[in-house]
């Protein structure tokens, strides 16, 4: 389909967050103008075919449990608000256990199909190149964002303000971490003089260490990533093949730390940094690695102080584009600059296809509300949609903000002591009571 139609709001990429943006709009009655620039003549170097919502890496979704985990929690929000998305991925379901994966290519054609069917959405094949000076706008172009395009935002929000590449960081959650073995401290005692945990190694601990870093097994770059290595975002493996102290003189210094248990500084430290306003998570400073994941959690457990750690996020590094989007967005992902614009899916710092999808979700509900001039206020911070907005458009560090899963983390505290193995029961509880409230208001 292409011409010119009367719309009442575009939206540019046809991936899993602009086709949930596409329906809760056109569902809503309003005319949508979806543009795709697969199927012009143009395709990006990880997609196979033009569909829309094409999933690029895995076909799972993740967990489906409900009860106990905070993306399976996410897929039942999404469903209690019409989700195209969770809708055709439970048609195309395949067995994979408690999580929800499907048939890749039935998928893809299930949401393709509902989109062209649907009378309020008309699909353009084109590439778009610069940002629109006016009309409603939701921006969905994901971590591939065409490179004219992504200049464009790059020139509307900044020079400094859009990645084209993750240097990710593992973060653990505060609670996980042991504090008979860590301390409160920040080097030489400055800012708060408390602003990081540290992890202390003796010598020994530090070249088992290093050792296990040289030989552990690391991911490849994918042919079309060409993800170039910065100083400031150097795998740390990397860091090890320089030389066996180097990390002891770059990330892991000991200097100015001193070991409570001690007195003195200890020989090599792991640091980690808060990574949200509420403190929940914390992110190991400078440990951002092409290790495989079960590498990781084997390797970063032998730390001190991390035995028992449970991870929010694993690290990586790897070709994509986003925002800084708890600077640059308000609270219904409008960008602040130009509200005439938002911004939905990866592009905004979510991670993995279901969030991407959830936050395409809230756009495409907000921009409707706004069409009809109603406040819609966002869903409560206690449930996993809420959680997640409110990471994105504010609770996140801005120094230094990094995609991320949906996670309990993101969530506020549950008050007062609990058993580890009620706490998250307690929070899907607490969210689904949340949500109700919300979509009764």
């Avoid at 569902?27 to 829309?52: F, I, N």
């Avoid at 999808?357 to 949609?385: K, Q």
């Amino acid at each position: 389909m292409g011409g010119c139609v009367t719309h009442d709001i575009h939206i540019i990429g046809g991936g899993l967050a602009g086709s949930e943006a596409a329906w809760q709009l056109a569902q809503a009655g309003y005319k949508v103008r979806l543009s795709e620039m697969r199927g012009s003549g143009e395709m990006t170097p990880a997609h196979q075919s033009d569909r829309l919502a094409e999933l690029v890496c895995s076909n799972s979704f993740r967990s489906d449990d409900a009860d106990s985990n905070a993306v399976g929690l996410l897929h039942q929000e999404m469903r209690a608000l019409g989700s195209l998305i969770l809708t055709q991925g439970d048609i195309h379901k395949v067995p994979a256990g408690s999580a929800l994966a499907v048939d890749r290519d039935g998928f893809a054609d299930g949401v393709t199909a509902a989109l062209e069917a649907h009378p309020n959405v008309t699909i353009v094949r084109e590439r778009v190149d610069s940002l629109p000076a006016e009309g409603r706008t939701i921006i969905a172009t994901g971590p591939l964002t065409a490179p004219m395009l992504a200049e464009s935002i790059g020139r509307a929000t900044g020079k400094d303000s859009l990645a084209f590449f993750d240097a990710i960081a593992p973060i653990v959650h505060r609670e996980s971490i042991d504090m008979e073995t860590a301390w409160f401290q920040s080097r030489w005692n400055k800012g708060s003089g408390k602003d990081y945990i540290n992890c202390p190694m003796s010598k020994e601990q530090y070249l088992e260490f290093h050792a296990a870093l040289m030989a552990g097994e690391k991911t490849e770059f994918r042919e079309w990533e060409n993800v170039p290595y910065f100083e400031g975002c150097m795998p740390i493996e990397v860091m090890a093949e320089r030389g066996v102290d180097t990390l002891r003189y770059g990330p892991m210094k000991g200097v100015g730390l001193d070991d409570p248990r001690t007195g003195r500084w200890p020989y090599a430290v792991v640091q980690l940094r808060q990574d949200n306003a509420s403190g929940t998570l914390w992110n190991m400073v400078g440990f951002q690695t092409k290790l495989k994941y079960a590498e990781q959690v084997r390797l970063f457990r032998t730390i001190p102080g991390l035995e028992n750690a449970e991870f929010a996020r694993l690290g990586g590094l790897h070709r994509n584009t986003f925002l800084r989007s708890p600077e640059l967005l308000d609270g219904t992902l409008r960008l602040k600059s130009a509200p005439n614009i938002r911004f939905a899916g990866q592009i905004t710092g979510c991670e993995g296809y279901v969030e991407s999808a959830a936050i395409g979700m809230l756009a495409g509900r907000f921009a409707a509300a706004e069409i009809a001039g109603v406040d819609l206020p966002a869903p409560p911070r206690e449930t996993a949609l809420g959680a997640l907005l409110s990471h994105i458009t504010g609770e996140a560090e801005i120094e230094t903000y990094q995609p991320m899963n949906v996670n309990f983390g993101l969530f506020p505290p549950i008050e007062g002591r609990t058993k580890k193995a009620d706490r998250k029961r307690m929070y899907t509880d607490r969210a689904r009571a949340a949500l109700k409230d919300w979509l009764a208001a």
